[in-house]
């Protein structure tokens, strides 16, 4: 079919979603390092997990093997209420940049939630009510995480307890009140129902919280209670094998029209979006049937890919959690200020920490108000308004296209939008009125949270 032909927007029926997850492990030849248990720095089994995790999810987390994983019919049909999702030919951005080369954006905001992590919530969720548990509990930051799983929760009638780090529980009033609509309690953290919480408000009175004493909270309360665990929105294997399917869409609808991408990009936080979005395309590479470029983008003020280093750390800043082997700038390494705060963690998974060691991806850092222009750039020509996190892998996509403008290249390029940025208009605000800063940790930053990791690397 000739490329004129290809639409501004390749949907796919309900028939031809897919039926499986893409476990991109398989195809690796050097698997992620396992999870340690930090008290004894064994790798952690099935059983220690199974007390933290639902028991599904945990064979999932420790299986480097089966290619393909079923999508369970309950989680099909949940999908099919906002998948497809849309995989936008990019023509008007084209247009504006006058280059050669072709855009293509696989669009994840088109749910309530605004954000592809309803795609691994639900299916969480699916596996605890399979379990028989009561409910679950997590942390959310920004909000996004929290109210893609109160959804799910509230659709599978699963209890759903979200601590929510405390300056944004006081400053993002909107997603705190959608995380209820759907019927979850939400807390302030650090709060004074946990043991850890407690602790925290007693050392720091007045703090704001963080993403990790969150987690800490989190999980203290899913042990504790009888009938719940705790579930996490990115990092883990077990994320990136459900969102694998913003990857498979992706290539099911390319691969109807003929089209191969050279170029693959998206942001990175904790990885989850861009190895599902990748997975696919990674795999036919890991198998020597197709080369692709692969492109991180993750912004200058949490930099775990290109300054970070490759080591085990934990993942939360109470160091509950188990041990895993990331690029990371350090547990206790603290972004400052910075809008897109689902880029803000410390570590990356350890997949793509492992395919990036062994130099089948890149990653590039960019700076916040450069993220800020490029995302008010393609809302005027393309219509969505995109959020800060998903406006990295715009920026970087724009950069590559106007490469092949001076190149007259014809590169393919494929990126991944993650989600819109109508709960992000106080960032925006920001941008226009000029109190928009670029944050760039100095080198001594870095080497002082590195210097706190943990003793067994
Ligand atoms: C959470 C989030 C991200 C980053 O998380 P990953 O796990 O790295 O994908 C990116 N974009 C949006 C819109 C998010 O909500």
New binding site residues.
């Given amino acids: 079919m000739s490329e004129n032909k290809i639409p501004y927007k390749i949907y796919l029926s309900e028939e031809e979603m897919p039926r499986t997850w893409y476990n991109l492990r398989a195809d690796m030849k050097n698997k992620p390092a396992p999870l340690l248990n930090p008290g004894t720095g064994r790798p952690m089994t099935a059983e220690e997990l199974e007390g933290v995790f639902c028991k599904e999810l945990v064979a999932q987390e420790l299986d480097n093997d089966t290619p393909y994983f079923e999508i369970p019919g309950e989680i099909r049909d949940f999908y099919k209420m906002y998948r497809p999702s849309p995989l936008v030919r990019a023509y008007c951005l084209e247009e504006k940049l006058q280059t050669p080369a072709k855009i293509y954006y696989k669009f994840e905001g088109n749910n309530t939630s605004g954000?592809?992590?309803l795609n691994s919530a639900i299916a969480q969720a699916y596996y605890a009510k399979q379990q028989g548990l009561k409910g679950v509990t997590t942390e959310t930051g920004a909000g996004?995480?929290g109210t893609a799983l109160s959804m799910a929760c509230g659709y599978l009638g699963l209890d759903c307890k979200v601590f929510m780090v405390k300056c944004s529980y006081e400053q993002k009033p909107f997603r705190r009140e959608v995380m209820k609509v759907y019927g979850s309690s939400v807390t302030p953290s650090p709060s004074d129902t946990t043991n850890v919480g407690r602790k925290i408000l007693a050392e720091f009175p007045g703090t704001g919280g963080s993403l990790g004493c969150a987690i800490s909270e989190a999980v203290e309360t899913a042990v504790s209670t009888p009938g719940y665990r705790y579930v996490l929105?990115?990092v883990l294997n077990q994320v990136l094998l459900h969102q694998s399917v913003i990857g498979l869409e992706s290539k099911i609808a390319l691969d109807k029209y003929g089209v191969k991408p050279d170029i693959v990009i998206g942001?990175?936080?904790?990885?989850?979006?861009?190895g599902g979005l990748i997975a696919p395309f990674m795999g036919e590479k890991l198998r020597g049937e197709a080369d692709y470029r692969f492109i991180a983008v993750e912004p200058a003020s949490c930099p775990s890919f290109t300054r970070g280093r490759y080591a085990y750390d934990f993942c939360d800043t109470g160091m509950v959690c188990p041990l895993a082997k990331m690029y990371t700038l350090g547990s206790s390494f603290m972004p400052s200020a910075d809008h897109a705060g689902?880029?803000r963690f410390h570590g990356m998974s350890s997949v793509l920490s492992q395919l990036y060691a062994d130099g089948y991806m890149e990653a590039v850092s960019v700076k916040q108000t450069d993220v800020f222009r490029a995302a008010e750039e393609f809302a005027r020509v393309e219509g969505i308004l995109p959020?800060p996190?998903?406006s990295h892998a715009i920026l970087a996509a724009v950069n590559e296209a106007k490469r092949c403008r001076e190149t007259g290249e014809e590169k393919t390029i494929l990126f991944g939008l993650?989600?819109t940025g109508y709960f992000d208009l106080v960032a925006y605000e920001k941008f226009h009125s000029g109190e928009m800063h670029d944050f760039v940790p100095t080198e001594e930053d870095i080497a002082r949270s590195l210097a706190q990791l943990p003793e067994v690397n």
């Fill in positions: 954000s592809h992590k996004q995480w929105g990115s942001c990175a936080g904790g990885g989850s979006n861009l689902g880029l959020a996190e998903s993650t989600g």
